[in-house]
Nanobody, 114 residues
Framework: QVQLVESGGGLVQAGGSLRLSCAAS??????MGWYRQAPGKQRELVAV???????KYSDSVKGRFTMSRDGAKKTTDLQMNSLKPEDTAVYYC??????????WGQGTQVTVSP
């Protein structure tokens, strides 16, 4: 049974930093990423590490956020620096396994105050 557990998040002032983590178990994974969803907005892709190890970021977070993963492709972190109020959202991690199935974390709230 696949399980994803997210941690991190919270409340921070603008300009501050937060680190999100996501740990997966129960399958062999090939790629992973982070999405976020702000109130009243569509879910937005934040960052992704593909099966080949390349990382891509949305333009809105490029240069401020850094996504990493462990060698076993079981955990991923999202280091968020220079946070802005518009980064406020619920952040979701996902893992895609070698069979093409996508699994989601439970979501964690990130709130950035002005």
């Amino acid at each position: 049974q696949v399980q994803l557990v997210e941690s991190g998040g919270g409340l921070v002032q603008a300009g501050g930093s937060l680190r999100l983590s996501c740990a997966a178990s129960g399958s062999i994974f090939s790629s992973m990423g982070w999405y976020r969803q702000a109130p009243g907005k569509q879910r937005e892709l934040v960052a992704v590490i593909g099966s080949g190890g390349s990382t891509k970021y949305s333009d809105s977070v490029k240069g401020r956020f850094t996504m990493s993963r462990d060698g076993a492709k079981k955990t991923t972190d999202l280091q968020m620096n220079s946070l802005k109020p518009e980064d406020t959202a619920v952040y979701y991690c996902y893992f895609r396994d070698n069979y093409g199935h996508v699994y989601w974390g439970q979501g964690t709230q990130v709130t950035v105050s002005p």
